[in-house]
């Protein structure tokens, strides 16, 4: 009697034409040498089952790239859509760089240089905007948050495997209170060192110029259609205002060197 197939497991040579040649010609060692050959050289029946579970692991493994492709995506899109900041000390980081680039473009306009300082000016024009985009238009930080368990939940129903958020330890009133000093510091040090780099670069057009004022870019320019997409107008332009002062500035490093 012949033995059911079990998953992952081979077929058995006597279920093969093989195996039928080896009990009619006994002699002929059929059915013993296939075996110890195949012990041999480790080849398995193409058909066997044993077959199908590696490819079936090799779409469970892709899955879970495309599982993680998601979840990068949704991550992604949550960066670009931004959040509304709730305490005064959270309005600091959007709002320097609208004061860097408006110092930047007044000492540029005091030293003559005009096309340099309407870049500059630009530039914390378009950060105007976006900060106050995400004061009325981006969602709290709770929102977002419960915007992304609800899509990962919606995966999860469809058969796709997300991970799942782990929980995090609600900080202290004395943490939240040291770790908003301690930003607050970081972001007055990042204030001067910003207007004086504003005002001593780019000193001319170079390959290095370019590549600075390109990565910061790069975000902003992402930053628009997806603005456009959620319907959020003021976002959409301050980013691409923040794009175009870029820009300008490059062309003012170009047209006005400093020496």
């Avoid at 040498?33 to 041999?40: E, F, G, K, S, V």
């Avoid at 670009?80 to 000390?89: I, K, N, Q, V």
């Avoid at 390109?214 to 959620?230: G, I, S």
Wanted: glycine share 10%; charged share 20%.
């Amino acid at each position: 009697m012949a033995r059911a197939w079990q998953p992952c497991q081979e077929i058995p040579l006597e279920q093969m034409s093989g195996g039928v040649l080896a009990r009619r010609w006994p002699h002929l060692g059929i059915g013993a040498l296939a075996p110890r050959r195949a012990a041999a050289s480790g080849w398995r029946q193409p058909g066997s089952l044993a077959h199908s579970c590696r490819l079936g692991d090799n779409a469970g493994m892709a899955r879970d790239d495309v599982s993680g492709d998601r979840l990068l995506r949704l991550v992604l899109m949550s960066v670009l859509d931004g959040a509304r900041p709730s305490g005064t000390l959270e309005w600091v980081s959007p709002v320097i760089p609208v004061v860097t680039q408006a110092a930047v473009g007044a000492g540029h306009w005091a030293s003559g240089r005009r096309q340099r300082a309407l870049a500059a000016w630009a530039s914390a024009a378009g950060f105007g905007l976006v900060a106050w985009g995400l004061g009325t238009e981006a969602p709290t930080r709770a929102e977002a948050q419960k915007n992304i368990e609800q899509q990962k939940d919606l995966w999860r129903e469809r058969g796709i495997e997300v991970p799942a958020t782990a929980g995090t330890q609600t900080p202290t009133a004395r943490q939240r209170s040291r770790y908003a000093l301690i930003h607050l510091a970081f972001s007055v040090v990042g204030l001067v060192f910003g207007v004086r780099s504003g005002l001593r670069n780019p000193r001319r057009l170079t390959v290095l110029a370019i590549a600075g004022e390109a990565w910061p870019a790069v975000f902003y320019v992402l930053r628009v259609p997806r603005a456009v997409q959620r319907r959020r107008p003021r976002i959409a332009a301050g980013s691409a205002l923040v794009v175009a002062g870029a820009v300008a500035r490059l062309r003012a490093a170009s047209a006005e060197p400093l020496r």
